[in-house]
């Protein structure tokens, strides 16, 4: 089955500089790559996704790559700020056989501190 | 309010006394799915539903049972609760023919 690295765990910046967050999977027929952020003693909530057949999505701040070939994907923020703060969660989602959408395989999560 | 919700948010319990967290979502998804989630572990998938009647069990299964007899109710059951399941849970919906997936907002379990 699929399985999703995170790197790193713990990344420190400071406010205004940019933040990278990396994810590699396992599965070539992966095609679904969310990222959500949970902040402190909330759900997670979705920030930005992509899916396979485009390399690169922005949203203001924040952008996702994808590298299919490699089979990693990256979470950009720039110009970061202190409500940036939070948990960042990658996942990806293949087919199950049958053709169906499978399930969301998560990283272990990236803690992220903005300091002012 | 389109939202998925749980009950209760929070609960301590001691070993082995049977409880039920329900999960309840308004948005007439067919997707649902409960995880689990500790620290440095992540998001750990415990069962879930395609639609109703039809479950399958996740990553972790142990220790618990669903059932969907409705299509906005996915509760959780813990049978014989232990330590080891003292964490924090979540329920999760989706239709199932799109990607984005919405997290209720956590129950967090404490089995002494």
């Known amino acids: 089955g699929e399985n999703v690295e995170q790197h790193p765990s713990t990344l420190s910046v400071q406010e205004g500089d940019s933040a990278v967050i990396k994810c590699t999977y396992s599965d070539s027929a992966s095609n679904y790559f969310p990222w959500y952020k949970q902040e402190l003693g909330k759900r997670p909530q979705l920030i930005i996704d992509?899916?396979?057949?485009?390399g690169e999505k922005k949203d203001q701040r924040i952008a996702v790559t994808l590298n299919k070939t490699a089979k990693h994907f990256s979470l950009h923020i720039t110009e970061t700020q202190p409500e940036d703060s939070a948990v960042y969660f990658c996942?990806?989602?293949?087919?199950?056989?049958?053709?169906?959408?499978?399930?969301?395989?998560f990283g272990k999560g990236t803690k992220l501190s903005v300091k002012p | 309010e389109a939202q998925v919700t749980q009950n209760p948010r929070y609960l301590i319990t001691v070993t082995g006394k049977k409880l039920t967290v329900t999960c309840s979502q308004n948005?007439?998804?067919?997707?649902m799915s409960w995880y689990r989630q500790d620290p440095g572990l992540g998001l750990r998938q415990i069962y879930y539903s395609m639609n109703v009647e039809v479950t399958d069990k996740g990553d972790v299964p142990e220790g618990y049972k669903v059932s969907r007899k409705e299509k906005r109710n996915f509760p959780l059951i813990l049978e014989s609760p232990s330590p080891n399941q003292t964490s924090l849970y979540f329920c999760?919906?989706?239709?199932?023919?799109?990607?984005?997936?919405?997290f209720g907002p956590g129950t967090r379990l404490t089995v002494l």
């Open positions: 999760a919906s989706r239709r199932r023919s799109d990607n984005e997936q919405f």
């Open positions: 996942a990806a989602r293949g087919m199950n056989y049958g053709g169906s959408q499978g399930n969301l395989i």
């Open positions: 992509i899916r396979s057949n485009v």
């Open positions: 948005m007439n998804h067919e997707y």
